[in-house]
């Protein structure tokens, strides 16, 4: 906890201490795939990942959720019984709760904690943010997660005082107001400092991919669901050092590494925060400037776990996130990873079903020559070719020209130096009034 007393700081929803977790999920006819099994394990991989051990599972099936307690009431009790059996610590819901709803769970299991999947997810962000924007980016979302729920949580904070001793009613609720406006005002000062420092911080990124833009390299961004391999493909393709976990969201901030092509070509390609299903949109909201990257990227590279067993409901989950992002005009190359650990068969009946994707194992290095040639291909769609003449007074030009583009023919002439060379509209802009056509 923070030791300044004017600085608001979000409780702790996991501690050092090993937490003792029960999933709760509800069924309301899923679509899109994903069946209640299946959201099931990936919510007891996310409590994994923020370091509980589960020790129970309570499922229920609804049309629609309870309005007071999300399952019924007769589901709270058998949580509380289950609790009890287990000595869980922690309840973790796989939707998201209302402030009210998660009071009201609270009132009915005293001393438990209980998050739903926003504030587990962000707990693990809180633990996987490395940069100084990542982290300002966890505590704005915490921060404005937490400040609907400050009432509620006063009021558990008093229930636990009364269960060990404390005095009740006006004695204990007069200064439980007092304390709960200012930490409200303090929790709005904060989300203001935070946001001032998250603009700053923008400008300083959006800085430096203004000056990428110009520079004319084309931009790749990976992205795919969380855990599909994309950081370990990062790594094969640039010798870059990246974090590769076997948990979800291992990488968080947007890591950007430069590739040469195999005709020499210099591109940069950007490792991006995984997505997920049921990703809270306001979570899409807190890191926008992150996925920024994604946003002002010429191709997307989308990275799929071929050996996961809802490989297509994963797709259909990251193209939601990337629709909220508006990059569906953006083009898009499927890249089908972990081929290793897929029989021959399963990857001839993908190859079949997706013939415009490139299959690769960032692994074992397996079909890196393909999808480099694929993004080279992609890359010189945007491409013009151009004969030029540049003055050896302009020879920041000719350095451009090999920079960023490809050389087909170089001469150097009296006049100057004569190229044919391939290059981005942008840099084709500054070479255009030295193009000649007598080749």
Do not use: C
Not at 266 to 293: M, Q, R, W, Y
Not at 329 to 334: D, N, S
Not at 349 to 355: A, K, Q, T, Y
């Amino acid at each position: 906890m923070s030791t300044n007393p004017n600085r608001f700081t979000p409780h702790e929803v996991i501690h050092d201490v090993v937490d003792r977790a029960i999933l709760v999920g509800v069924d309301r006819g899923r679509g899109g795939g994903w069946a209640l099994e299946d959201d099931l394990e990936e919510l007891g991989r996310l409590t994994d990942t923020a370091g509980a051990v589960i020790v129970g599972t309570v499922t229920q099936k609804l049309d629609h959720p309870h309005p007071r307690t999300f399952v019924g009431k007769g589901k709270v009790e058998e949580i509380a019984t289950l609790v009890g059996e287990t000595e869980a610590t922690l309840v973790v819901f796989d939707d998201d709760l209302t402030p009210s709803q998660q009071s009201n769970i609270e009132n009915e299991l005293p001393k438990i904690k209980v998050l739903d999947r926003t504030a587990l997810i962000l707990d693990i962000f809180a633990l996987h943010a490395k940069s100084r924007e990542g982290r300002l980016q966890v505590e704005l979302a915490q921060m404005e997660y937490l400040l609907p729920r400050l009432r509620g949580l006063w009021r558990h904070f008093g229930q636990a005082a009364a269960a060990s001793g404390g005095a009740l009613g006006i004695g204990t609720r007069g200064p439980g107001e007092t304390q709960l406006e200012t930490d409200r005002r303090l929790a709005r000062t904060r989300i203001q400092e935070l946001k001032r420092e998250l603009k700053q911080v923008s400008k300083n990124r959006d800085t430096q991919r203004h000056a990428r833009a110009r520079s004319g390299v084309f931009r790749i961004a990976l992205v795919g669901y969380t855990n599909a391999g994309k950081s370990t493909l990062l790594n094969a393709l640039t010798g870059a050092d990246v974090l590769v976990e076997d948990k979800l969201f291992a990488t968080l901030d947007a890591t950007t590494r430069h590739l040469e092509l195999p005709e020499g070509r210099g591109v940069t390609i950007t490792d991006t925060v995984g997505f997920i299903n049921k990703l809270p949109h306001g979570l899409v909201n807190a890191f926008k400037s992150t996925l920024d990257e994604v946003r002002e990227a010429d191709l997307l590279v989308h990275v799929i776990d071929a050996s996961h067993s809802m490989a297509g409901a994963q797709i259909a989950a990251v193209s939601e996130v990337l629709g909220e992002l508006d990059v569906a005009g953006t083009p898009q190359l499927l890249a089908f990873n972990k081929i290793d650990l897929v029989d021959a068969a399963e990857v001839a009946h993908l190859r079949d079903l997706n013939p415009g994707a490139v299959f690769v194992s960032g692994a074992e290095n397996t079909g890196l020559d393909d999808l480099l040639a694929r993004v080279a291909a992609e890359a010189s769609r945007s491409e013009t070719t151009l004969d030029v003449l540049i003055p050896y007074t302009r020879g920041e030009l000719v350095r451009l020209a090999h920079e960023q583009g490809h050389i087909m023919a170089e001469e150097h002439t009296a006049e100057g130096t004569r190229l044919n060379v391939r290059v981005p509209a942008s840099i084709a802009a500054a070479l255009a009034p030295f193009a000649v056509s007598d080749r």
